[in-house]
């Protein structure tokens, strides 16, 4: 993932939670703004109800006063002390309740019998259940009121008439309807509904609202039943067509605690569902806006950095492939990055003069080391073939047989020196002169077989330690595009390298195995080992262990599997023995997954 991705993701990610974060915060203080406002209202408009309660109460009561003090009913009082039947008075509650503007007027004896009823006038000889004497002077009270057809619930007041012998009380009030909820004035979003609670169970016909309809009572039944029931305030969350709405139950009660009636304020939830909206469609809007500044913007930012840091990654790979003399020059970059990129060319510069030096440090090294070792094996065949020709200049004066004699071993002595130097020249020769491999597709384990079919014969002569040659050849090794002659070198030199670190005998083993990318051969033996300082000096070139040869073979190992895309490498300690390790890819063109070399 590049810095740009990178950046680009970290400055989404920072928005994202940022306006996730905010539109959260902004949503939650809204929604409690709103619930708090609910309440506010709610209880503003309780406590409307109870002024319009009491203030109506009040009126009723007034009504009743005057009604009990009129000349009208103290006549009538005063006649019924007078005479034992009172049915000339049935219809004269009515006229009463008209003059006051009461909906309900009863006129009941001290039994509780009725005399004249404005609202039901058929009750006239009735035992009436509210009007009596522990009523009369009370303030307005909430009573259940029976009607022909239903049964009603009404605001009333009981007062007892002063003239006459005989006890005279009248009952009257108003109904607590749909007029009742008009006089409340609802703020915008709020709805009113009043229970009627004379029936056993929840009805949907005692539920009205302001306009006189009885609106749909399935949700609300619930809150209705728990405030009958435990006759406390109580609220719920519904769901309705027109959107969600808070609904707050407040019970209404009669003068012996029981409930009469409920009271239901409704609080629509739609205003805060449509500023919740609002919210989040915003906190997208701008989460989106600031995600595409935050594009631009991580954008600049990044190329501002990014291209420059390309730039002396490039440089860098150029110098890697072998390109010295690459610079990076002015980036036109933010200070830091422009020191980088002078930084950069400071040390390419070093490392180019640094290079110059050690190749001429390596050169000198090489050429003198290359004397040395050309120096030490000159000197031992040169050597005898000095003191072979000191032998014949003093031979010069011995008898002619004599001098014969001495000159065939002398010639023979000069042919084995001379070829013991062209030995020698060749061996440098052919490092010096390694030819370029001929690619071809060849079978490692055939080069192995066919490798160990040539030495054998020397590895198992009669005058040597006995050995013994295991093979472990993987078929799946397959066939690689390889020098076979080259690499067929190669084994042979590790074989007879193992041979010879085994003076005593010991086990050789020779194995193939097919790994990822290419193949890997391993020549095993049980030799002595090598130590460290050993191990690290063993592909030097003219370095050997032995105290016969040039140190050339490893070299040369080397130098075949690395033209093959190739590694080798050696695993020894002392004591343990050797196992030396060439992995090659199935094409030069790829690199050998091993071990380093």
């Given at each position: 993932m590049t810095l740009?991705?990178r950046l680009?993701a970290?400055?989404a990610?920072v928005v ?10 902004i ?14 209202r709610t209880?503003?408009l309780?406590?409307q ?5 009491a203030?109506?109460?009040?009126d009723?009561a007034?009504r ?8 009208a009913?103290?006549r009538i ?12 008075f049935a219809g004269?509650?009515?006229s009463?309740?008209?003059a006051q503007g009461?909906d309900f ?7 509780g019998t009725i005399?004249?009823?404005a609202?039901w006038?058929?009750?006239f000889?009735y035992?009436q259940?509210?009007a009596n004497?522990?009523r ?5 009270f ?7 057809h239903?049964?009603s ?14 006890p005279?009380?009248v009952?009257?009030g108003?109904r607590l309807?749909?007029q ?6 609802l703020?915008d ?8 609670n004379v029936?056993?169970?929840v009805?949907r016909q005692?539920?009205?609202d302001?306009s006189g309809q009885a609106?749909?009572?399935a949700?609300?039944?619930?809150l209705?039943a ?7 305030d109580?609220s719920?969350?519904i769901?309705?067509?027109d959107?969600p709405?808070?609904v707050?139950?407040i019970?209404l009660t009669g003068?012996?605690?029981e409930v009469?009636?409920v009271?239901?304020?409704?609080s629509s939830?739609?205003e805060?569902?449509?500023l ?5 469609w915003s ?5 989106a806006l600031?995600v595409?500044v935050?594009a631009a ?6 190329t ?5 840091v ?6 860098a ?9 690459t610079?990076v020059g002015?980036v ?5 990055i ?10 390419a ?10 190749v ?7 050429w003198?080391?290359?004397a040395?070792r050309l120096?030490?094996e000159?000197?031992n065949p040169?050597?005898?073939l000095r ?5 014949l200049r003093?031979?010069?004066?011995l008898?002619?047989?004599e001098?014969?004699?001495?000159l065939?071993?002398s010639l023979?002595?000069?042919?084995t ?6 030995l020698v ?11 370029a ?13 066919q490798?160990l079919?040539?030495?054998?014969a020397?590895i198992?002569a ?5 050995i013994r040659?295991a093979?472990?050849l993987?078929p799946?090794c397959?066939t690689?595009?390889a020098?076979?002659e ?13 041979v010879?670190?085994m003076p005593?005998?010991?086990?050789l083993?020779?194995?193939t ?6 193949v890997?051969i391993?020549?095993d033996d049980t030799?002595?080992?090598?130590t ?6 063993l592909f ?5 262990t032995?105290p016969?040869g040039?140190?050339l073979g490893?070299?040369i190992v080397q ?6 895309a ?6 020894s300690a ?6 030396f390790h060439i992995e090659?890819?199935?094409t030069?063109?790829?690199r050998a ?5």
């Open positions: 740009r991705v680009f970290l400055v990610l994202c939670a940022s306006v996730t974060l905010a539109t959260v915060t949503s939650a203080a809204a929604r409690r703004s709103f619930q708090a406002l609910d309440r506010q209880a503003a309780v406590a109800f109870r002024r319009e309660f203030l109506q109460g009040d009723v007034r009743i006063d005057r009604l009990a003090a009129s000349d009913l103290q009082a005063l006649d019924i002390g007078r005479r034992d039947d009172v049915a000339p004269d509650a009515a009463m309740a008209a009461l007027v009863d006129l009941v004896t001290a039994d005399i004249s009823s609202e006038p058929a009750r000889g035992r259940k509210w004497a522990s009369a002077g009370s303030p307005a909430l009573q259940a009121i029976e009607l022909p239903e049964a619930l009404g605001l009333v007041a009981v007062r007892q008439v002063a003239s006459g012998a005989r005279l009380y009952g009257g108003q309807d749909q009742f909820l008009r006089t409340l004035t703020p979003g709020m709805r009113a509904f009043l229970y009627r029936e056993p169970e009805s005692q539920l009205v302001a609106p749909s009572s949700q609300l039944d619930p209705i728990r405030v009958r029931q435990t006759a406390k109580a719920e969350a769901e309705t067509p959107g709405e808070t707050s139950a019970p003068q012996g605690g009469l009636g009271l239901l304020l409704a939830g739609r805060l569902a449509a919740l909206t609002r919210i989040r906190g997208v809007g701008f989460g600031g595409l935050g913007l991580s954008y600049a930012a990044a501002q950095v990014t291209r420059p390309e730039v002396v990654a490039e440089a790979g150029r110098i890697a492939s072998g390109d010295w003399e610079r002015d036109h970059a933010a200070r830091e422009d020191g980088l990129a002078r930084a950069f060319d400071t040390m510069g070093q490392l180019a003069d640094q290079r110059d030096r050690l001429q440090a390596e050169r000198v090294a090489a003198r080391d290359l040395r120096a030490h000159l000197k040169l050597f005898p003191i072979t020709l000191d032998n003093r031979a010069r004066t008898p002619p047989h001098f014969e004699e001495v065939d071993e023979a002595t000069l042919d020196g001379f070829r013991n130097l062209n020249v060749a061996r440098f020769g052919d490092f010096a002169k390694m030819p491999p001929m690619f071809d597709d060849v079978s490692p384990n055939q080069i192995v077989e490798t079919a040539l030495v054998r020397q198992e009669a005058d040597r330690p006995s040659i093979l472990d993987d799946a397959g690689i595009r020098d076979g080259q690499l067929g070198r190669v084994v042979q030199n590790l074989v007879l390298n193992a010879d670190a005593t005998g010991g086990d083993t020779i194995r195995l097919a790994v990822s990318g290419g890997r391993d020549v030799g002595e080992g090598l460290d300082e050993e191990r690290e000096r030097t070139p003219y370095y050997t032995k016969h040039t140190g490893l070299a130098s075949v599997v690395a033209d093959h190739g590694r080798v490498w050696v695993d002392p004591g343990r023995g050797s196992t090659l890819p199935r030069p063109g790829e997954n091993g071990a380093p070399a």
